[in-house]
């Protein structure tokens, strides 16, 4: 009798323990609504915010319609400068960056959503002093300027590492006052971004971009693996090629093109 009731006892014990591994791991794919995400300010026209500081983009509304297309939300985190917005994906408090280039070192870390744009990066200078540049070996002597925390892809930062004079700013409109001011000889920003801080600062007359591209790099989303949602991480992408298919990635960035200097 004692060990007909101790097999019934294992039994019921073996069935709860199942049930409940069972319900703990269908838990991530429940709790899966939304992903938290930030973007840094000013990264025109790919990643800023609009007056009322609502953060909107190429990369931010193209993320949104792919999550809207899988039945996920966006939800956007508080404005905060770049290297804090890395630091908070780095520690969980957000699910995602939207706009970052793609690097090793990165993708070793975190999931990277598809290609939602392309970024030309242009060396910016003072007017009166620039500088013959036909690859990036040209700026080697030339005091420079980048993004604090920012990458600019595994090649170039490796030979900026062993070859260049960087200054990191915290503030990519920062690199054009402080070429105004003299405090570097040249800054490098996208294309775009450049143009819409010479603009917004009233400096069209002063800093201008030298003629050819030193970078062309595509931009991404990266996202945390520990996301409640990175699991749904593949359905996004598809749905961003779907977008590229489909014209509406297109007209977001058209949208977003006709939006800058105005």
């Known amino acids: ?3 007909r009731i101790s097999i019934v006892f294992l039994a019921l014990v ?4 199942i049930s409940f591994n069972a319900n703990s791991q269908a838990q991530p ?3 899966c609504t939304s992903f938290s995400g ?3 300010n000013n990264w025109y026209p790919f990643v800023y915010r609009k007056d009322d500081g609502q953060l909107t983009g190429i990369v931010v ?4 319609e792919a999550l809207t297309r899988i039945g996920l939300e966006l939800e956007i985190d508080n404005d905060k400068p770049w290297k804090r917005i890395l630091y908070d994906l780095e520690q969980g408090n957000v699910d995602m960056v939207l706009g970052a280039y793609w690097n090793k070192e990165r993708a070793a870390q975190y999931h990277y959503s598809e290609q939602l744009g392309t970024d030309e990066l242009r060396v910016f200078v003072k007017d009166g002093k620039q500088f013959p540049l036909t690859s990036p070996q040209d700026l080697i002597g030339h005091s420079g300027m980048r993004l604090l925390g920012g990458s600019l892809g595994d090649e170039f930062d490796y030979f900026a ?3 260049l004079d960087f200054t990191e700013v915290p503030k990519s409109d920062s690199i054009i006052i402080m070429l105004q001011n003299n405090r570097a000889d040249y800054g490098i920003l996208g294309y775009v971004e450049g143009l819409q801080h010479i603009h917004a600062l009233g400096l ?3 800093i ?3 003629n050819m591209p030193i970078l062309s790099n595509a931009m991404h989303v990266m996202i945390s693996k520990n996301a409640n949602c990175a699991h749904r991480v593949d359905d996004m992408n598809k749905a961003i090629l779907d977008m590229r298919d489909d014209g509406t990635l297109q007209n977001i960035i058209d949208d977003h093109l006709s939006l800058i200097r105005k």
Do not use: A, C, R
Request: avoid cysteine; glycine fraction near 8%; aromatic fraction near 8%.
């Open 208 to 210: 201008v971009p030298l």
């Open 38 to 40: 930030n973007g840094i």
């Open 61 to 64: 509304d193209g993320t949104q």
């Open 204 to 206: 069209e007359k002063n």
């Open 161 to 163: 590492s062993n070859h």
């Open 14 to 17: 073996s069935f709860f323990t």
């Open 1 to 3: 009798m004692l060990i």
């Open 29 to 31: 794919s429940n709790s």
